[in-house]
């Protein structure tokens, strides 16, 4: 059971565009959702990260939009440029949890110059 | 800034011999550190999960006996993967949440498996 799903599985942006990246989860107990890039041969690299009491965290040209209601969220990456293409992760836990991360399966981002 | 590193990055190992990793953090106190194996498909499994002073909890379908896990101080773990087979691949990954919960990943050890 996946409890924390991300799409598309592969997005391709043109450079300067907009590329926005879904993710939506099960748990209503999950209140923090990081996200993570990974490029290839590396580790994940955390991003940005929302907690459930807020619908919007901006930092850089990412941004997270939260919906708690809908038990969704998106990360928008504005102006997207090549080096930004990379599998994008989100994530998600809860106080309860510890440390314990649910991971989603990732989107492949394109940004085609 | 906050960093985790992993050694080694990479290695290979005869089918039925054993290997260790180790993960530092540095530039912050690691209240708990996490091992995730990372399959070629990119999907994440947790191992398990270790807070310093408390008993290493262990998910379904991994144990102390094939992954012991050390964690003597806030910045290091060392985990050791016995008796590796094929089915044991991948990326180990070590997640290192400091005290404000913020999770780092270091680079990962790519363990092959001959």
């Known amino acids: 059971q996946q409890q924390v799903r991300q799409s598309p599985q592969s997005l391709t942006v043109w450079e300067g565009e907009t590329a926005i990246l879904n993710c939506s989860y099960e748990n209503s107990a999950f209140d923090y959702f990081p996200w993570y890039q990974q490029f290839p041969g590396e580790g994940p690299a955390l991003l940005i990260a929302i907690r459930s009491v807020s619908d919007k965290k901006e930092d850089g040209g990412f941004t997270i939009f939260f919906n708690k209601r809908e038990k969704n969220l998106s990360l928008h990456i504005k102006d997207s440029q090549p080096g930004d293409s990379a599998t994008y992760f989100c994530?998600?836990?809860?106080?309860?949890?510890?440390?314990?991360?649910?991971f989603g399966t990732g989107t492949l981002l394109s940004v085609k110059p | 800034g906050a960093l985790v590193y992993q050694y080694p990055r990479r290695t290979i190992c005869k089918s039925g011999t054993s290997m260790r990793m180790e993960c530092q953090a540095v530039?912050?106190?690691?209240?708990?550190v996490a091992w995730y194996r990372q399959s070629p498909q990119k999907t994440f499994e947790l191992i398990a999960l270790s807070t310093v002073n408390s008993a290493i909890k262990y998910e379904q379908n991994f144990t102390q006996e094939k992954f012991p896990i050390s964690h003597p101080n806030l910045s290091f773990s060392s985990m050791t993967v016995l008796n590796a087979y094929l089915e044991d691949r991948g990326l180990y990954l070590c997640g290192a949440r400091g005290w404000g919960g913020e999770q780092y990943f270091g680079p990962g050890t790519r363990l092959t498996v001959l």
């Open positions: 530039g912050f106190q690691a209240t708990s």
């Open positions: 994530a998600a836990n809860y106080g309860g949890s510890g440390n314990k991360l649910i």
